[in-house]
Each structure stands twice: as structure tokens, then as C-alpha cells.
């Protein structure tokens, strides 16, 4: 079950303005409500199915961020209702949100993933490609761009995840005063997790993506 204590504690040293997503994926929709009756109304996922199945079962006022990589297929069926889509990684997967965003007659916010680990797995944008599609991006007219969002590598290596961490700040910074006029939205950097939140805080995140400290260790096996 959750650990409400570590969640107060986690909420508590929390700076103003930053957000706190509860990384909620394999575990039980008790756990969730345990968070939910605290206060937490923001939960991230990363499957589609899963996603629907617990969104079925709590209560309605819980933003649902989808955390992972998202198959274009799959976009139908959260478009109705998804808070934020916080990996969106090709231009071909922004263009099916901007579509069922239209068709849904919303828009939908979305976070640009970039690469900036050394993993070779993680999904992303690299910097420079997301350059070259930002002006397309911009001119979606059914998606919000809410910012980037980013993974670091994972290593002891705190040094390593810092530099990683500031390198998405700086890109940020970038886009931000380059198309500042065109993207008023674009104020989030989602960057952070149970072994690294502290350091995305000091390097500039406003959404930081924590699971296993909340909830415990995750048992992957039960999935699906
Ligand atoms: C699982 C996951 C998290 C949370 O990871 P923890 O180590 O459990 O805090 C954050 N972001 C993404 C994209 C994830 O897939």
C-alpha cells in the first residue's frame, strides 16, 4: 500500500510551484485512493489499458498523465479525458493528438520527450532534431505544448544526471525565448524521478514523476 508518510514528507519539501505526479503504473487502484484521500489528484501511467481500467473504477476528478511511450494507435482512446501526455517523441505521433484532439473537440496538452540519457532505450527527440520540428509543432493547432520532458540516465553518478538534467533546462530556455510569443503555454519541464527528483528540482524541473517511493517497490510481473 502507499506510503502516506513519505507522501506528506515528499509534499511538504516540495518548492512552491512545482508538481507532483504520483507514478501510480502496476500498482492497485487502493493504493491510488489512498494518495487520492490525501489530497493527490495528479497520476501518471504508462499503458493505455491499464490507464482505462483504473480511470473506470476512481473518481473522476483525477488528472491522469500518461507518462511512457505512447503507439499512435492508442491515442483514440485517452484523448478524450488525458490531462497531459508527457512522452510524446516523433512528429508523427504529435500529429495523431493533434487529430483526435479535433475530433474530441479539445485540445490536448503535451510534453516534447527529449533524449538526454546515455541509455540508448530511452525514447526522444534528440535536441537538434526537436529544433528542426519545432515550427511544425507550434502550428498544431489541437495540441497545447506545455514544455519537455526528459530522462536521465541511471547511475549512481549524480554528477552525470545533473549535467543531463541542465542540458534539458538550457533547450528549454531556448525554445522558451525563441517562441516565447507563439508557445504561452510552454512553461513545464518534466524531469525527475524517485532516485534523481532532488537534482531535477535544483536544475529547474516544475514536475517531478515519483512511483516507487510513494508506493514501494514495484512488482512488474503483475503488469500486464
Ligand atoms: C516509472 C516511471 C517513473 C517513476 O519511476 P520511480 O522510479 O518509480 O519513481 C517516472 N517517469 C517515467 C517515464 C516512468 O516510466
Redesign the pocket.
Known amino acids: 500500500m502507499a506510503n502516506t508518510g513519505y507522501y506528506h514528507t515528499l509534499v511538504q519539501s516540495l518548492p512552491e510551484g512545482i508538481q507532483l ?1 504520483a ?1 501510480s ?1 502496476t500498482y492497485p487502484p487502493e493504493a491510488i485512493m489512498q494518495l487520492y484521500q490525501l489530497g493527490q489528484r495528479s497520476f ?1 501511467e ?1 499503458r493505455v489499458q491499464e490507464l482505462l481500467t483504473k480511470r473506470s473504477l476512481l473518481p473522476d476528478d483525477i488528472h491522469w498523465h500518461l ?2 511511450h505512447l503507439q499512435t494507435n492508442k491515442v483514440k482512446q485517452v484523448a478524450p479525458f488525458v490531462h497531459l501526455i ?2 510524446v517523441d516523433s512528429m508523427r505521433l504529435a500529429r495523431e493528438i493533434n487529430k483526435e484532439a479535433a475530433r474530441c473537440q479539445r485540445t490536448i496538452p503535451i510534453l516534447l520527450q527529449v533524449h538526454i540519457a546515455l541509455e540508448e532505450t530511452k525514447f526522444g527527440f534528440a535536441p537538434a532534431e526537436l529544433m528542426n520540428a519545432l515550427p511544425e509543432l507550434s502550428a498544431l493547432p489541437d495540441v497545447e505544448l506545455w514544455g519537455l ?1 526528459g ?1 536521465a540516465t541511471f547511475t549512481e553518478d549524480t554528477q552525470r544526471v545533473r549535467t543531463e538534467f541542465r542540458s534539458l533546462k538550457t533547450l528549454f530556455d531556448t525554445i522558451g525565448n525563441t517562441y516565447g510569443e507563439k508557445l504561452p503555454s510552454f512553461r513545464h519541464l518534466s524531469m525527475g ?3 534523481d ?1 532532488p537534482v531535477a528540482i535544483e536544475e529547474g524541473a516544475t514536475i517531478v ?7 514501494g517497490k ?1 512488482e512488474y510481473n503483475t503488469a500486464g
Open positions: 505526479v507514478v503504473k501518471g504508462n507518462i511512457g508527457h512522452g520532458m530522462m524521478m524517485s532516485s527528483y514523476r515519483v512511483g516507487s517511493l510513494l508506493f514495484r
